[in-house]
């Protein structure tokens, strides 16, 4: 039930935020392996984006990937939050007076990470190439074939050779984003709670402790997003390899000296307009639909005795 509640509160954050997803995704694919001044700039920032993206092809283009995303939600976040609370529930993260202890929570937190976005990989690689299909004026970065979901699965599984390869790719991101969210946010919510801040409004104590988490996991992970972008929308020839990059550090590599240091933090601002709120949204319904379960729970086992 923990995984499902976790997943549930995610896939209802994701429908909201996935707009400034494509917005993000579109930022960090300009200028690909062009050094600055040497691209065209069909993107000048995150409003223009959307603007942009509304003129050519439609304002029903914001929510591009949607599917895919809420999949990606619902399995990488319902594995994630889920599997850290399951350790939660089990006193494997917090000591003998209910304190969170660091390094444990940063590797469960981690751990969990890990294994719900490795799940949930063949629908993070779809999510990325479809929404980074674009009309030929505004286009950016190796533009996919426009196909239904199941049908896209099938043409990756032709084309890189399995529904997982290049899927260790994602873990640096997912280690980094999952303990910097979840450590933000749970060391914010102990310390509220310490304090006896907004003690009868539980609701705030979320929203400013995934606010938090929000800005931990954005600042953090921008640089490994960028990465993982590149890599999942890259082209790939008839042998299944990418066209642009080998593999990760040779993706780190050509960024680094062909855009520059600062190229690791395109679309930082997006990012954190969709991490902030995704984020937000996300750890309270969490919280709320987690109140829920124990309050039914609880509910029925009074009906039960």
Same mark, same amino acid.
């Given at each position: /039930? ?10 209802? %954050? ?14 960090? +694919?300009?200028? =690909? ?26 304002? +029903? ?14 399995? /990488?976040?319902? !594995?994630?939050?889920?599997? &850290?609370?399951?350790?939660?529930? *089990? ?31 063949? #629908? ?24 239904? +979901?199941?049908?896209?699965?099938? =043409? ?17 991101? %997912? ?6 969210? +979840?450590?933000?946010?749970?060391? !914010?919510?102990?310390?509220? $709670?310490?304090? =006896? ?6 609701? $705030?104590?979320? &929203? ?19 990465? $993982? ?29 062909? =855009?520059?240091?600062? !190229? ?6 997006? #990012?954190?307009? *969709? $991490? ?30």
């Amino acid at each position: /039930m923990d995984f499902i509640v976790a997943g549930c509160a995610a896939v209802s %954050a994701g429908f909201f935020t996935n707009p400034l997803e494509v917005i993000k995704t579109r930022l960090q +694919l300009q200028g =690909e392996l062009r050094a600055k001044g040497q691209h065209v700039v069909h993107y000048r920032n995150a409003l223009h984006a959307s603007y942009q993206i509304a003129k050519h092809d439609g304002i +029903l283009a914001l929510q591009k990937g949607l599917v895919p995303a809420l999949w990606v939600q619902l399995i /990488m976040n319902g !594995a994630r939050l889920g599997g &850290f609370q399951f350790f939660d529930n *089990r006193n494997l993260i917090r000591d003998k007076d209910g304190n969170m202890v660091f390094y444990r929570s940063a590797f469960f937190a981690g751990l969990c990470g890990v294994c719900g976005h490795y799940l949930a990989n063949p #629908m993070f690689l779809i999510k990325t190439q479809k929404q980074s299909q674009a009309a030929k004026a505004i286009a950016v970065g190796h533009q996919h074939k426009s196909l239904p +979901l199941w049908s896209t699965l099938v =043409e990756i599984i032709k084309t890189h050779g399995g529904l997982y390869k290049g899927g260790m790719a994602s873990l640096p991101r %997912a280690f980094v984003a999952s303990s910097a969210q +979840l450590l933000g946010f749970s060391y !914010a919510k102990q310390f509220i $709670l310490r304090e =006896e801040y907004f003690q009868t409004r539980p609701l $705030l104590t979320s &929203f400013c402790s995934s606010f938090v988490g929000g800005i931990a996991i954005s600042v953090l992970v921008t640089p490994f997003d960028l990465i $993982l972008t590149r890599l999942y929308n890259q082209g790939v020839g008839a042998d299944g390899k990418g066209l642009l990059y080998n593999g990760y550090f040779d993706c780190v590599s050509k960024v680094y000296h062909t =855009e520059g240091l600062r !190229a690791f933090y395109k679309g930082i601002g997006p #990012m954190y307009m *969709r $991490l902030g709120p995704h984020t937000v949204l996300t750890l309270v319904f969490w919280d709320i639909f987690k109140d829920l379960q124990h309050k039914y729970t609880a509910k029925d086992m009074r009906s039960f005795n």
